[in-house]
């Protein structure tokens, strides 16, 4: 075990923090595509019946009106943000006809480019931008690119546990300086651990052929429908999903050495124009194509597998936030939808990505410098595409190591930890979920990517056919299952407030849009009231 991560859980065991730790607060994100009854992407808007995707706190919409995207409150534990999670699909199949949620992080069926329908939310200038910024992305990298889905794990510490576990560290600074800094360790060592996940829940090792729209690629042809590549964890996480390629063609680099280092080089590529994307154009004919023709339009165009967030208020940019209240929680984003969990994702999943933040919260940390950032990035598209090769070896700065060696050294570290919060909570579960993940580790078989490929050749099925069929058994377990009377209400009773929300908003403009977007940039202290953030 790592001696600072020995040395932290004794601190905290002797001296009675073990409930405090035990009492994480985590919180989800969710993202399926409205899929007809073909498995074909759905055309039709955002069903009204759900609410406002601008202002409703649990059900909006991503990057299409199609793509839903499902938000939980924060809560204490893992198991009261699945069952709302769980909670919110119930209601929202209470109210599609003839239509299902893809139970899949790669899309089907698409008719590539314009043909899908940018997400929409209202007249209202806060709306507009949101819209606009979808538009410039397609512009940018494809609409079909951003129709992936993905599950964001986000986590916290109860506030209580910090001052308690900074005193016992002997540590000096402010309050939120030391959050800042325990926070930027976590997100660091997430990195350095981040193919972890895609090994053990990598959930996208097939791809519908429409996906590639006809371009040239380097995958093999599973059958008439279907690309694969038969080691791959997640294409999702690889070279045909999310990547930032832009940061090594223009210098870029976004730097997590500290909350002001992250936010400076966010905003030199939110400031720093780039000539390929000045081709697109700003406003063309009367409408924006990009909200600017800068390296990002904003913060959220950056993909990172793990972000440090605070809570905007109102339109206040997420750098802004950052610098005024510090490091509110952590956002994973590298969990692909596993199309055997009808949430997406299952209860000893979020116990070990809990145990995976703690520990790299807990151990040994140090900066990123610019070779082992490029032995970050390459652990994680080797995994992505080729994790269960045997023999993989992974790189890291004191030299290669196997990937199951490597593997075994953080479920150690888990362990530990599990331990700690079984005993604070009562039980085994968190334990038992460590001795889950090794025998993914022993045999990669026994992991969702492989027993994905594995039932596809046992079935004859390509991707379309696995995805349409778990996803219809899906639809089937959630309208089964219909909410309580006072659960339906309270759903609806969110949607309503939130209709009105959006006519308020609408009606509280008084500038152009030209005007909204000149202000909203230039702003450097922004104090407006709570209303909804621009948010990715």
Same mark, same amino acid.
């Given at each position: 075990m790592n001696d600072k991560l020995k040395s932290a859980l004794k601190l905290i065991v002797d001296n009675h923090l073990s409930d405090h730790l035990a009492a994480g607060v985590i919180g989800l994100e969710k993202e399926?595509? %409205?899929?007809?009854?073909?498995? #074909?992407?759905?055309?039709?808007?955002?069903?009204?019946?759900?609410?406002?995707?601008? !202002?409703?706190?649990?059900?909006?919409? /991503?990057?299409?009106?199609?793509?839903?995207?499902?938000?939980?409150?924060?809560?204490? *534990?893992?198991?009261?943000?699945?069952?709302?999670?769980?909670?919110?699909?119930?209601?929202?199949?209470?109210?599609? &006809? /003839?239509?299902?949620?893809?139970?899949a992080s790669m899309p089907c069926i698409l008719h590539c480019g314009e043909q899908i329908p940018l997400a929409r939310y209202g007249e209202s200038n806060q709306g507009e931008m949101k819209t606009v910024y979808r538009r410039g992305l397609g512009h940018r990298y494809g609409r079909v690119m951003q129709v992936i889905s993905g599950v964001h794990f986000n986590y916290s510490l109860e506030q209580p546990f910090w001052p308690a576990y900074q005193q016992l560290l002997g540590d000096n600074q402010s309050a939120q300086d030391f959050i800042n800094q325990q926070y930027f360790g976590m997100i660091r060592n997430l990195q350095r651990a981040g193919w972890l996940v895609p090994y053990l829940f990598g959930a996208s090792p097939a791809v519908c052929k429409s996906f590639l729209c006809g371009k040239p690629t380097r995958l093999q042809s599973f059958n008439d429908t279907t690309y694969f590549e038969p080691y791959a964890t997640s294409l999702r996480m690889g070279d045909i999903g999310y990547q930032n390629e832009k940061e090594f063609e223009t210098g870029l680099n976004i730097c997590y050495d500290n909350v002001q280092s992250y936010v400076d080089s966010l905003r030199c590529a939110i400031q720093t124009p780039c000539a390929d994307y000045a081709k697109i154009g700003i406003k063309v004919n009367g409408q924006y194509q990009q909200l600017n023709a800068n390296i990002l339009q904003i913060e959220n165009e950056y993909y990172s597998t793990v972000r440090p967030k605070q809570i905007p208020l109102g339109n206040?940019?997420?750098?802004?936030? @950052?610098?005024?209240? *510090?490091? %509110?929680?952590?956002?994973? %984003?590298?969990?692909? +939808?596993?199309?055997?969990?009808?949430? *997406?994702? #299952?209860?000893? &999943?979020?116990?070990?990505?809990?145990?995976?933040?703690?520990?790299?919260?807990?151990?040994?940390?140090?900066?990123?410098? @610019?070779?082992?950032?490029?032995? +970050?990035?390459?652990? @994680?598209?080797?995994?992505?595409?080729?994790? %269960?090769?045997?023999?993989?070896?992974?790189?890291?700065?004191?030299?290669?190591?196997?990937?199951?060696?490597?593997?075994?050294?953080?479920?150690?570290?888990? /362990?530990?930890?599990?331990?700690?919060?079984?005993?604070?909570?009562?039980?085994?579960?968190?334990?038992?979920?460590?001795?889950? &993940?090794?025998?993914?580790?022993? /045999?990669?078989?026994? !992991?969702?990517?492989?027993?994905?490929?594995?039932?596809? &050749?046992?079935?004859?099925? *390509?991707?379309?056919?696995?995805?349409?069929?778990l996803s219809e058994q899906h639809q089937q377990y959630f309208c089964k299952r219909p909410l309580s009377a006072a659960q339906q209400k309270e759903f609806e009773r969110a949607g309503q407030i939130s209709l009105e929300q959006q006519l308020d908003i609408e009606a509280a403009d008084t500038q152009s849009f030209d005007e909204y977007l000149a202000a909203y940039f230039n702003r450097k202290r922004q104090r407006i009231s709570p209303l909804n953030p621009i948010s990715e």
């Open positions: 399926g595509v %409205r899929t007809e009854a073909d498995g #074909g992407f759905a055309l039709s808007a955002h069903p009204l019946a759900l609410g406002s995707a601008l !202002t409703h706190p649990w059900i909006t919409t /991503d990057y299409s009106e199609a793509m839903l995207e499902f938000v939980t409150p924060a809560t204490v *534990g893992p198991e009261a943000a699945l069952e709302f999670l769980d909670r919110t699909h119930r209601f929202v199949y209470s109210h599609l &006809q /003839d239509e299902f949620i893809w139970t206040e940019m997420p750098v802004h936030a @950052l610098l005024e209240r *510090g490091v %509110r929680y952590v956002e994973l %984003r590298s969990i692909d +939808i596993n199309p055997y969990e009808p949430n *997406g994702v #299952g209860l000893h &999943q979020l116990r070990i990505l809990e145990l995976l933040m703690l520990s790299c919260l807990l151990r040994t940390d140090s900066t990123i410098n @610019l070779q082992e950032r490029q032995m +970050i990035d390459a652990n @994680l598209r080797n995994v992505a595409h080729r994790g %269960r090769q045997p023999g993989l070896m992974l790189q890291r700065p004191a030299g290669e190591v196997r990937l199951q060696a490597w593997a075994e050294e953080l479920l150690d570290a888990m /362990d530990s930890i599990a331990i700690v919060l079984d005993g604070a909570k009562g039980g085994h579960d968190y334990q038992s979920a460590v001795a889950r &993940q090794r025998i993914k580790v022993d /045999d990669p078989a026994c !992991t969702p990517s492989a027993i994905i490929l594995q039932e596809m &050749q046992e079935q004859g099925e *390509g991707f379309h056919a696995i995805g349409r069929r």
